[in-house]
């Protein structure tokens, strides 16, 4: 009777340590998926980021904490409790002279700096905007560098004016490029465009 039980424990316990052993596992592959799915999309935020910068005195500021709809320059700018707030040259308030960094998301831009800037008040472009984005040329003018390019399925006029840079390799059709320039109207002007590190493709 005794070998019986003896032998029933040892079976239970041999059960619920592989049962154990499957549940931890099982939760292994699972970190291990998410993890894999989180660097897949960050990979592809990196590979076709558009970060925005924009100049322009505040407006509008929440009534109560920074956290919140702000508008800088005419613009709509979502602060979180994420951004950071530089107030080296004077405290964060409406009519200071600020420099927003952050991306797009539909018209409202959601901020990851703020920083107070020195008053500008005589400035012509005092509430100018600049577009960096990064992606991979997919088409390109032929015999010419001026003219329309495809970049990440965005159309993007370069001229003679437009600074290209290819320190880390030739420009063409498959490079990963970053590019600075501004929206006027729906058409993106280059002012510069710069070869990448290829690990970045």
Not at 90 to 95: F, N, S, W
Not at 103 to 130: M, P, T
Request: proline share 1%; with cysteine.
């Amino acid at each position: 009777m005794n070998t019986i039980t003896t032998s029933t424990q040892q079976y239970t316990a041999k059960n619920t340590m592989t049962n154990t052993l499957l549940a931890i596992a099982a939760i292994l592959t699972c970190l291990f998926w998410a993890s894999a799915v989180q660097a897949s999309s960050y990979e592809r935020y990196e590979r076709n980021r558009e970060e925005v910068k924009v100049y322009g005195a505040i407006d509008s500021m929440p009534n109560a904490g920074l956290t919140g709809k702000w508008v800088v320059g005419g613009r709509q700018v979502e602060v979180t409790d994420r951004t950071r707030i530089k107030e080296k040259h004077g405290r964060a308030d409406i009519g200071r002279y600020v420099e927003v960094e952050g991306f797009r998301d539909g018209n409202i831009l959601v901020a990851y700096e703020v920083e107070v800037e020195r008053n500008r008040e005589y400035r012509s472009d005092r509430n100018r905007e600049e577009v960096k984005m990064y992606g991979t040329v997919e088409a390109m003018p032929q015999g010419t560098l001026n003219g329309v390019w495809r970049v990440n399925g965005r159309d993007i006029t370069v001229d003679r004016s437009t600074r290209i840079k290819e320190k880390y390799g030739k420009i063409e059709v498959g490079a990963y490029v970053e590019v600075e320039g501004n929206y006027s109207g729906n058409n993106f002007i280059a002012y510069k465009i710069e070869s990448e590190r290829s690990r970045r493709r």
